[in-house]
C-alpha cells in the first residue's frame, strides 16, 4: 500500500531515518517494521511560531517497495553530420547539450571564458586586486554566472518544462538528493563547481565538444538562413542551428546582433542596491529568539511591495552569504551574492531592487533597440566612478532614509572593500525614493529590517537582461533568421539556473526538430 501524508518534522529529528519511519507509521496506522520506505517529494520548514518545524510531503510506502526516484537519464553517441553551435556553457547551453546527446545530435559549445576550475585565478584577482577580466569573471566561464554565485535552485516557472528533471540531472551529475525535495534547493558554490565539471566530462564521453577561451564573434548567416558561427575573428564552425545561450551580461551579442539587422527588443528588468545584515538579527526576527536552533538553517527572508505603482523587491537572497563583484569590464562596478553549501557566514545579503521601466529608460529612445541597456551601463559607470575601483559605495541604512553620509560603516562580507558614500544622492531618484519607502514598508512586514545594523551597497544591477531576443512561441527560433534558437536568461525568456536549464532543454528540442525535419523526429 502507498499513501501520501504530510509528517510534521522537529528540526532536530530531520536527519533522525528512524523519526521518521516512525512518524510515517503513526500516519500510515500501522508498524515502523511495515514501513518499506519513505520517499520525500517536497520539505519546507515551517518558522510562523516559535517553535519552527520541518513539513515533509511524503509517499508512504506499506508492505511495498518503491519505484526509482529519479531514473538515470541515458545519452547517445553524437552524428557529427548533425551539429548545433552552442554559444554559451551556462544552464541553459549545458542542458541544451545534454538534451542534444539525449537524441544523438553532436552540440559544439563555444564559451568566452575559462572551464570551472582556471575561473578561479580570475575570481581572486578580481577580490583581491580589482582586476576585471572580460572574458573570464563571476559571470563569464563555464558554467554561467551561477556557479560562483550561489547555486540556488528555486524556480517558479513550473509550467515551462520539467523542472525535476533539470534537478535530477544535476543530482546524477553529483549534486547530493537533498535538493531533490528541499522547497527552495541550494547547492552552494563550493559545491557546483564540480557538477559542473561532471556535466562537461559526460558531453565529451558521448562525441560533444567543448571550446574555452571561444568567443563567438560573428554568426554565419546566408539568405536568411543559419551555417554557423566564426570564433575569435578567426575560425569557422559549420552548424546546423546556433542557439544563443550567452546570459545576461554579453553585451557583444546584442552589439552583433543589431548590427547585422536582427531584431531585438528593450525589456523591462530592475536595478538597486545589495542589503547587508548581520545574519543573527535575520535569524531572530524569522525564528523569533535570541539564540537560533543549531539545527535550524541560516534564516532567510523573501519581500516585495509596490511604490507608486512599481515592485521593489527583495532578490537573490543569500541567508550565511557573501557580496561578491560580478563586474564584466573595466569601468563598471557590479555586485552580486552568494552562499557556501553551509551557508556559515556571519552577514545575510540579498538584493533591493526596484523594477525599470520604458519611461526610465525613454532618454535612450534614440538607442532603440538598446535604450534599456544603455541605462543599465550608465548605472554601472556611475557607481563605479564613487571610487575608481570595485571597491562598492556603501551607507547605514538609516542614514540612506535620513539623507545623511555615514561616518562609518559596519563590517561588511564584501572582499574588495567599501567606501562611504550618498548613496541617496547618487542613485537615481526614481530608484532611491522607492527604496526609502520600501524600507518602511519591509520593517513593518519584518521588525527590526530597518535598522542601523544594515548597510546598503551599490549596485546591484544584473537582476536580468534588459533585452529581449525575439522568437516563436511554438518552433523557439527567431522570426527573422531560420536555425537561430535564442535561449535563456541572455535572450530574455528564463532567470536562475533551474528556468534556464529548462528553457535550454526546449530550445535544444526545437533545434533538434528543426535539423531533423526531413527525418523522423519520434525520437523527441
Given at each position: 500500500?502507498?499513501?501520501?501524508?504530510?509528517?510534521?518534522?522537529?528540526?532536530?529529528k530531520?536527519?533522525?531515518?528512524?523519526y521518521?519511519?516512525?512518524?510515517a507509521?503513526?500516519?500510515?496506522a500501522?508498524?515502523?517494521?511495515?514501513?518499506?520506505?519513505?520517499?520525500?517529494?517536497?520539505r519546507?520548514l515551517d518558522?510562523r511560531?516559535?517553535y519552527?518545524?520541518?513539513?515533509?510531503?511524503?509517499?508512504?510506502?506499506?508492505n511495498e517497495?518503491?519505484?526509482?526516484?529519479?531514473p538515470?537519464?541515458?545519452?547517445k553517441?553524437?552524428?557529427?553530420?548533425?551539429?548545433?553551435?552552442?554559444i554559451?556553457?551556462?544552464p541553459?547551453?549545458?542542458?541544451?547539450?545534454?538534451r542534444?546527446?539525449?537524441?544523438?545530435?553532436?552540440p559544439?559549445?563555444?564559451?568566452?571564458?575559462?572551464?570551472?576550475?582556471?575561473?578561479?585565478?580570475?575570481l581572486?584577482?578580481?577580490?583581491?586586486?580589482?582586476?576585471?577580466?572580460?572574458?573570464?569573471?563571476?559571470?563569464?566561464?563555464?558554467?554561467?554566472?551561477g556557479?560562483?554565485?550561489?547555486?540556488k535552485?528555486?524556480t517558479?516557472?513550473?509550467?515551462?518544462?520539467?523542472?525535476?528533471?533539470?534537478v535530477?540531472?544535476?543530482?546524477?551529475?553529483?549534486?547530493d538528493?537533498?535538493?531533490?525535495?528541499?522547497?527552495?534547493?541550494h547547492?552552494?558554490?563550493?559545491?557546483?563547481?564540480?557538477?559542473?565539471?561532471?556535466?562537461r566530462?559526460?558531453?565529451?564521453?558521448?562525441?560533444?565538444e567543448?571550446?574555452?577561451?571561444?568567443?563567438?564573434t560573428?554568426?554565419?548567416i546566408k539568405?536568411?538562413?543559419?551555417?554557423g558561427?566564426?570564433?575569435n575573428?578567426?575560425?569557422?564552425?559549420p552548424?546546423?542551428?546556433v542557439?544563443?545561450?550567452?546570459?545576461?551580461?554579453?553585451?557583444?551579442?546584442?552589439?552583433?546582433?543589431?548590427?547585422?539587422?536582427i531584431?531585438?527588443?528593450p525589456?523591462?528588468?530592475?536595478?538597486?542596491v545589495?542589503?547587508e545584515?548581520?545574519?543573527?538579527?535575520?535569524?531572530?526576527?524569522?525564528?523569533?529568539?535570541?539564540?537560533r536552533?543549531p539545527f535550524l538553517?541560516?534564516?532567510?527572508?523573501?519581500?516585495?511591495?509596490?511604490?507608486?505603482?512599481?515592485g521593489?523587491?527583495?532578490?537573490?537572497m543569500?541567508?550565511?552569504?557573501?557580496?561578491i563583484?560580478a563586474?564584466?569590464?573595466?569601468?563598471?562596478l557590479v555586485?552580486n551574492?552568494m552562499?557556501?553549501?553551509?551557508?556559515?557566514?556571519?552577514?545575510?545579503?540579498?538584493?533591493?531592487v526596484?523594477?525599470?521601466?520604458p519611461k526610465?529608460?525613454?532618454?535612450?529612445?534614440?538607442?532603440?533597440?538598446l535604450?534599456?541597456?544603455?541605462?543599465?551601463?550608465?548605472?554601472?559607470?556611475?557607481?563605479?566612478?564613487?571610487?575608481?575601483?570595485?571597491?562598492?559605495?556603501a551607507?547605514?541604512?538609516?542614514?540612506?532614509?535620513?539623507?545623511?553620509?555615514s561616518?562609518d560603516?559596519?563590517?561588511?562580507?564584501?572582499?574588495?572593500?567599501?567606501?562611504?558614500a550618498?548613496?541617496?544622492e547618487?542613485?537615481?531618484?526614481?530608484i532611491?525614493?522607492?527604496?526609502?519607502?520600501?524600507?518602511?514598508i519591509?520593517?513593518?512586514k519584518?521588525?527590526?529590517?530597518?535598522?542601523?545594523?544594515?548597510?546598503i551597497?551599490?549596485?546591484?544591477?544584473?537582476?536580468?537582461?534588459?533585452?529581449?531576443?525575439?522568437?516563436?512561441?511554438?518552433?523557439?527560433?527567431?522570426?527573422?533568421i531560420?536555425?537561430?534558437f535564442?535561449s535563456?536568461?541572455?535572450?530574455?525568456?528564463?532567470?536562475?539556473?533551474v528556468s534556464?536549464?529548462?528553457?535550454?532543454?526546449?530550445?535544444?528540442?526545437?533545434?533538434a526538430?528543426?535539423i531533423?525535419?526531413?527525418?523522423?523526429?519520434?525520437?523527441?
Open positions: 500500500m502507498k499513501l501520501q501524508a504530510e509528517l510534521v518534522i522537529p528540526p532536530e530531520i536527519s533522525d531515518k528512524e521518521l519511519y516512525e512518524a507509521a503513526k500516519k500510515a500501522s508498524r515502523p517494521a511495515e514501513i518499506k520506505a519513505v520517499n520525500a517529494l517536497r519546507s518558522a511560531t516559535r519552527p518545524v520541518y513539513r515533509v510531503l511524503a509517499d508512504i510506502y506499506v517497495s518503491p519505484p526509482a526516484i529519479h538515470t537519464v541515458m545519452y553517441n553524437a552524428d557529427e553530420k548533425r551539429r548545433v553551435a552552442i554559451g556553457a551556462g541553459a547551453g549545458l542542458f541544451g547539450a545534454l542534444l546527446l539525449e537524441l544523438g545530435i553532436m559544439l559549445i563555444f564559451e568566452r571564458g575559462k572551464d570551472v576550475q582556471s575561473r578561479r585565478k580570475d581572486r584577482n578580481i577580490q583581491q586586486f580589482h582586476i576585471v577580466n572580460p572574458d573570464s569573471n563571476y559571470c563569464f566561464g563555464e558554467g554561467g554566472a556557479t560562483y554565485s550561489d547555486g535552485l528555486y517558479r516557472s513550473k509550467k515551462r518544462g520539467d523542472t525535476r528533471k533539470i535530477s540531472l544535476l543530482v546524477q551529475h553529483g549534486a538528493e537533498d535538493i531533490l525535495v528541499d522547497s527552495h534547493p547547492i552552494g558554490s563550493n559545491k557546483l563547481p564540480g557538477i559542473v565539471k561532471n556535466i566530462e559526460t558531453i565529451l564521453k558521448y562525441g560533444g567543448m571550446h574555452f577561451d571561444s568567443k563567438v560573428d554568426i554565419i539568405e536568411g538562413v543559419v551555417e558561427v566564426i570564433v575573428n578567426e575560425t569557422e564552425y552548424a546546423d542551428a542557439i544563443i545561450a550567452t546570459g545576461h551580461s554579453a553585451r557583444d551579442i546584442y552589439y552583433l546582433l543589431h548590427k547585422k539587422g531584431l531585438l527588443e525589456k523591462e528588468y530592475a536595478m538597486g545589495r542589503i545584515h548581520p545574519q543573527s538579527l535575520i535569524d531572530e526576527i524569522q525564528y523569533h529568539s535570541k539564540e536552533n538553517p541560516a534564516a532567510s527572508y523573501n519581500l516585495n511591495c509596490q511604490v507608486d505603482g512599481k521593489v523587491y527583495s532578490f537573490c543569500c541567508p550565511g552569504g557573501l557580496i563583484p563586474s564584466t569590464a573595466p569601468g563598471e555586485i551574492g552562499s557556501l553549501s553551509r551557508r556559515d557566514s556571519v552577514y545575510a545579503n540579498s538584493g533591493f526596484v523594477t525599470i521601466e526610465d529608460w525613454a532618454p535612450y529612445d534614440n538607442e532603440f533597440p535604450n534599456a541597456l544603455m541605462l543599465q551601463i550608465e548605472y554601472e559607470k556611475k557607481i563605479f566612478g564613487v571610487s575608481g575601483s570595485q571597491s562598492a559605495p551607507q547605514r541604512l538609516t542614514d540612506f532614509v535620513n539623507g545623511k553620509l561616518s560603516l559596519p563590517g561588511t562580507s564584501y572582499i574588495p572593500g567599501v567606501v562611504s550618498p548613496l541617496h547618487i542613485l537615481p531618484s526614481f532611491a525614493g522607492r527604496l526609502k519607502t520600501a524600507l518602511d519591509f520593517d513593518k519584518m521588525k527590526g529590517y530597518f535598522t542601523s545594523e544594515a548597510q551597497l551599490a549596485g546591484e544591477s544584473r537582476t536580468s537582461s534588459p533585452v529581449r531576443i525575439p522568437r516563436d512561441t511554438e518552433t523557439y527560433m527567431h522570426p527573422q531560420s536555425g537561430l535564442p535563456g536568461e541572455g535572450a530574455g525568456y528564463a532567470g536562475g539556473i534556464c536549464g529548462v528553457d535550454g532543454e526546449n530550445s535544444a528540442a526545437a533545434a526538430k528543426y531533423l525535419r526531413d527525418h523522423s523526429i519520434e525520437a523527441i
